[in-house]
């Protein structure tokens, strides 16, 4: 395989740089050599031919020097052209002269207009997803209302799995985390109440925070860690495969098909779960109150009756389909927007995290004050 070259011969006002030899990868060195002494030419003459008629092997890596070097020629004011491509690689070449340039280096910015800019564009990103939010809000709504007048098109079968998989699968770590949670509380709280003589009062604080706040709260954030992430991978992996486009092709809205019994699921497991969890809670509270504090779990039982009231537990419940509902959209929205690519569909599920935990959260504030508003 012999070496390449780039000969340089006259011809009346204009050059030709006859190129022969092996322009491969291989002789790279060579190749940048040759070329870089060649780009030198620029200005030297007003017509500049490359021919290459004679190149016995050509590859991506010479194709873009030959490119590169026309391109260096002709931004120096010279006329210049590739002649004698054979067939066999005219298409190479081609492709490579497609790819643009590099542009110049964007001009460095102060560190002010940088911040100001991020979060404009952080400002813009709220906006596009609370429209994104309340588009799924109403495209819900519209596949339960057709549902609602056509029951035949209730997909049961699939309402009933994902109600296994968000509800009875989440039982155990729910009910453990919850478990855990009770104990910590009531050990914290009688460790500090016993300073003051008021170790039965942890009773009130367990009940009153399991049952409105901590109980929903921490469900809540749990299920969209877990049922949120799972919906948004979910429906990612479709959105990546064309699996929806082929829903759609075949005539089915992937609303009422795939968002519609998930959503279905959310609302029914997470009260659920709300309940299994409060209950779990108030055990370990208790027990660790019996075991930590010497209180007897008569005295407890009798405490609590006192403490709390139907309207506390209803309170927690009322919050839990709402939050179940805020977390499922947040999710579908994101599993819709992921792009055809891996890192695409890793951003919008964890994306579907923050914001399902971030609006959890709101919206338990929104709650208390709502409730502390009327007097409950």
């Known amino acids: 395989m012999s070496g390449p070259t780039l000969e340089q011969i006259a011809k009346g006002d204009g050059l030709a740089l006859c190129a022969a030899g092996s322009w491969t990868a291989r002789f790279?060195?060579?190749?940048?050599?040759?070329?870089?002494?060649?780009?030198?030419?620029?200005?030297?003459?007003?017509?500049?031919?490359?021919?290459?008629?004679?190149?016995?092997k050509l590859d991506t890596f010479g194709a873009w020097l030959i490119e590169r070097l026309r391109r260096t020629l002709t931004h120096g004011g010279i006329e210049?052209?590739?002649a004698g491509l054979s067939a066999n690689y005219a298409s190479l070449v081609g492709e490579v002269r497609r790819v643009e340039p590099a542009g110049p280096p964007a001009a460095s910015e102060s560190a002010i207009l940088g911040v100001l800019d991020r979060i404009g564009r952080a400002i813009y990103g709220v906006g596009d997803t609370f429209f994104a939010l309340i588009g799924m809000m109403g495209a819900v709504l519209t596949a339960w209302l057709r549902v609602f007048v056509r029951p035949s098109?209730?997909?049961?079968?699939?309402?009933?799995?994902?109600?296994?998989?968000?509800?009875?699968?989440?039982?155990?770590?729910?009910?453990?985390?919850?478990?855990?949670?009770?104990?910590?509380?009531?050990?914290?709280?009688?460790?500090?109440?016993?300073?003051?003589?008021?170790?039965?009062?942890?009773v009130d604080m367990l009940g009153l925070l399991v049952l409105r706040e901590l109980g929903v709260l921490l469900v809540a954030i749990m299920v969209a860690g877990r049922s949120g992430s799972a919906y948004t991978a979910?429906?990612?992996?479709?959105?990546?495969?064309?699996?929806?486009?082929?829903?759609?092709?075949?005539?089915?809205?992937?609303?009422?098909?795939?968002?519609?019994?998930?959503m279905i699921a959310l609302v029914i497991g997470l009260?659920?779960?709300?309940?299994?969890?409060?209950?779990?809670?108030?055990?370990?509270?208790?027990?660790?109150?019996?075991?930590?504090?010497?209180?007897?779990?008569?005295?407890?039982?009798?405490?609590?009756?006192?403490?709390?009231?139907?309207?506390?537990?209803?309170?927690?419940?009322?919050?839990a389909p709402v939050m179940a509902l805020v977390i499922g959209i947040v999710a579908c929205v994101e599993?819709?927007?992921?792009?055809?690519?891996?890192?695409?569909?890793?951003?919008?599920?964890?994306?579907?995290?923050?914001?399902?935990?971030?609006?959890?959260?709101?919206?338990?504030?929104?709650?208390?004050?709502?409730?502390?508003?009327?007097?409950?």
């Not at 994902?162 to 919850?178: D, G, S």
């Not at 929806?244 to 092709?249: F, G, K, N, S, V």
């Not at 927007?337 to 919206?363: C, N, P, R």
């Open 271 to 319: 009260p659920i779960l709300t309940f299994l969890g409060g209950m779990a809670a108030l055990y370990g509270g208790g027990l660790v109150a019996w075991l930590y504090g010497g209180v007897d779990p008569e005295a407890f039982l009798s405490r609590l009756r006192d403490a709390i009231s139907i309207n506390h537990f209803l309170v927690g419940m009322i919050k």
């Open 153 to 202: 098109t209730f997909r049961l079968t699939s309402t009933v799995h994902h109600l296994q998989q968000v509800c009875w699968n989440a039982v155990p770590i729910v009910v453990l985390i919850t478990f855990l949670i009770g104990c910590i509380v009531a050990q914290q709280g009688i460790f500090h109440f016993r300073k003051f003589g008021a170790d039965v009062f942890v």
């Open 234 to 262: 979910e429906l990612g992996s479709m959105k990546m495969r064309e699996e929806i486009d082929a829903l759609r092709t075949m005539g089915f809205d992937p609303i009422e098909v795939l968002i519609l019994p998930r």
């Open 80 to 82: 210049a052209q590739i």
């Open 335 to 376: 599993g819709l927007a992921v792009q055809g690519s891996a890192e695409s569909l890793g951003q919008h599920t964890t994306s579907s995290v923050v914001k399902g935990i971030f609006l959890v959260i709101v919206m338990d504030g929104v709650f208390a004050i709502f409730f502390a508003s009327i007097g409950i």
């Open 28 to 56: 790279a060195p060579a190749l940048e050599q040759i070329v870089a002494e060649a780009e030198k030419l620029t200005g030297s003459r007003p017509n500049i031919f490359i021919d290459v008629s004679q190149v016995s």
